[in-house]
């Protein structure tokens, strides 16, 4: 390779290079010294017994809530908002509804953190509107039966509002494609509905439901400012764990912070690996 | 002129797409019985949708002397010096990310096609890399060692600029990328090249107004997102928006439903220019949440 060749390869890269350099400084490289910290003792020997805390009863619990809350919020946002976006789209309400729920969406999909939080506050909180109004109007009253905002069920009511519109939006898509033809083809052929629906418009809906449910899954599993704003930290869930040992609190461990931090990564890229998989095979059919 | 030609038979075939699809509708009423089923869960969505914001809205009106929720909250200075550092930070972020993404995304195309996978992995490692892990990484790499950014304001501050620009990796790129699908970058260049323009004139006068409508839909979600962003700022210490509302929270009583509605109006704001730009076909997954 002669110098001129050499300087053709070089100009070729400095094209890419600032893009590489600052994902290297400002991604790559905090990952990695959470990766590397993952297996550092305190003293910076190598170990393995961060993961071996990990599988505490404590870290496991913290996990299963944040599992749990984030399963929740993104079914129940997936059955919802699919039935939510199939009326306006094919349930036969006017159009200019449609229009109205996806502009709304993608404001409220994006109305999240502290704002929500406090909203939330206002309305189911211990002296909020709809409190009052199920105790005082229609003699519901949900803190006597055990219900705080501050719990799991809580957060999961609040989640649901930044999950039911993102999930309209990833499914109309989907929807949408949903062609006449297939039921007008299935209709002639003689199925009912029900046929139509089991054997046609759900296996061809299955892979963008399911993508759509992990998505908000992952979606719900990263968040952190909300859980904050509403819980002042005391909820346990990785986020918020995390969070205790970013400030570093009483339970202070170095080494456990970064290992929370990797079953987070896991768990988050299994999810969006997951989701990529589903989006190539629901490409097949939904264009 | 060929385009007005053109324009008949588009109409036309309007004409006759509404006039087959008329039988389609008469189907539709037959199905009336299910219809108020879909009315039902439209409203029942509608109503968890406006409550909270109706709740929040009555809660700030409770304030005495009436709509002193609001004007406390305007007369706070931290509100609108934390909202312009906000403001200023997410426009700086914008233009980092508009600076680094619309390049390496034209080089790729042109130059280097093999290495179009590996940088779109990249841009979507935030979406495995949620804020508060970023945030935490960035914390322990530039606290101490070779750069230790956090130790002064300014530092800090450039640290949430990076790490606002690798949030909007994800989205930005997708913008840029639909963006130069769009457009023919090949012949766009090489007719450039052949006027005598080097690579920052193509790139400036040639390239990005091509993708002004996608990249300005990007710009506007990044400032949503950035202007009310919590963890992040929360950690790196930064005196902006978000922190700040967290902190009326804590010791205020009806100034929080004020803050929560204005910024709820601000997110409206922002949304409602990507919509009127990008006519309403883009969804994000990206957020501070």
């Known amino acids: ?72 919020s993104a079914i129940a946002g997936c059955v919802f908002g699919f039935l939510m976006a199939y ?36 309305t189911v909180g211990r002296v909020g509107l709809a409190t009052l109004f199920l105790r005082d109007v229609l003699g519901i009253d949900i803190y006597g ?36 033809e297939w039921r007008e083809a299935a209709e002639n052929m003689g199925a009912t509905p029900a046929e139509y629906w089991r054997l046609v418009a759900l296996p061809i809906l299955t892979p963008p439901l399911l993508g759509s449910a992990i998505l908000l899954f992952a979606n719900a599993f990263g968040a952190q400012a909300t859980a904050f704003a509403l819980t002042g930290g005391s909820l346990d869930i990785p986020t918020i764990a995390i969070s205790r040992q970013i400030r570093g609190d009483v339970l202070f461990n170095e080494g456990l912070g970064y290992a929370l931090a990797m079953g987070m990564v896991v768990i988050m890229a299994v999810s969006i690996g997951l989701y990529t998989i589903l989006q190539r095979r629901s490409e097949r059919w939904l264009r | ?106 080089w790729v195309r042109l130059r280097v096609p093999r290495l179009r996978r590996t940088v779109e992995f990249i841009t979507l490692l935030p979406f495995v890399i949620p804020p508060i892990l970023l945030v935490f990484g960035l914390i322990r790499s530039y606290s101490t060692g070779p750069l230790p950014l956090t130790n002064t304001d300014i530092g800090s501050s450039a640290l949430l600029v990076a790490a606002y620009t690798v949030v909007s990796f994800p989205y930005m790129y997708r913008a840029v990328d639909v963006g130069l699908r769009s457009i023919d970058v090949q012949s766009l260049t090489e007719a450039s ?3 005598g323009a080097g690579w920052l004139r193509i790139l400036w006068s040639v390239i990005l107004p091509n993708l002004r409508v996608s990249l300005i839909a990007g710009a506007f979600l990044t400032l949503a997102i950035v202007i009310g962003e919590f963890t992040i700022a929360t950690f790196l210490a930064r005196p902006a928006f978000g922190p700040y509302l967290a902190l009326i929270g804590g010791n205020k009583a009806y100034e929080p439903a004020a803050v929560s509605l204005i910024s709820f109006v601000l997110t409206w704001i922002a949304m409602g220019v990507i919509q009127y730009i990008g006519r309403g076909t883009r969804v994000s997954v990206a957020g501070a949440r």
């Open chain 2, 193 to 195: 090249q052949s006027l």
């Open chain 1, 145 to 180: 039966a055990g219900f705080t905002i501050y719990s799991k069920i809580g957060l999961e009511v609040v989640y649901f509002y930044f999950q039911l519109p993102l999930m309209i939006l990833i499914i109309a898509p989907a929807i949408d494609g949903l062609k006449k």
């Open chain 1, 1 to 72: 390779m002669g110098p001129r060749a050499g300087r053709r390869a070089i100009y070729t890269w400095v094209g890419v290079v600032p893009f590489f350099l600052f994902s290297l400084l400002f991604l790559i490289l905090p990952t990695l010294y959470l990766v590397v910290g993952s297996f550092l003792d305190k003293r910076g020997a190598p170990t393995l017994q961060n993961y071996a805390d990990l599988l505490g009863p404590q870290t496991i619990r913290t996990y299963m809530n944040g599992i749990e809350i984030s399963a929740v």
């Open chain 2, 1 to 106: 002129m060929s385009g007005v030609g053109g324009g008949t038979p588009i109409t036309g075939d309007a004409t006759m797409r509404q006039a087959l699809s008329q039988p389609a509708t008469g189907r539709g009423r037959r199905r009336g019985g299910s219809t108020l089923i879909w009315w039902i869960v439209f409203l029942l969505g509608v109503a968890y949708f406006v409550i909270p914001l109706w709740s929040t809205f009555t809660f700030s009106l409770r304030a005495e002397p009436f709509g002193s929720a609001y004007t406390n909250t305007l007369d706070d200075p931290q509100f609108g010096k934390t909202l312009l550092y906000s403001f200023v930070v997410g426009v700086i972020t914008v233009v980092v990310s508009i600076g680094l993404l619309v390049p390496t995304a034209f």
């Open chain 1, 87 to 122: 009326a306006v789209i094919l349930g036969g309400l006017p159009r200019p509804l449609r229009t109205a729920l996806m502009t709304f969406s993608g404001v409220a999909s994006n109305f999240a953190g502290v704002p929500l939080a406090f909203a939330f506050v206002f």
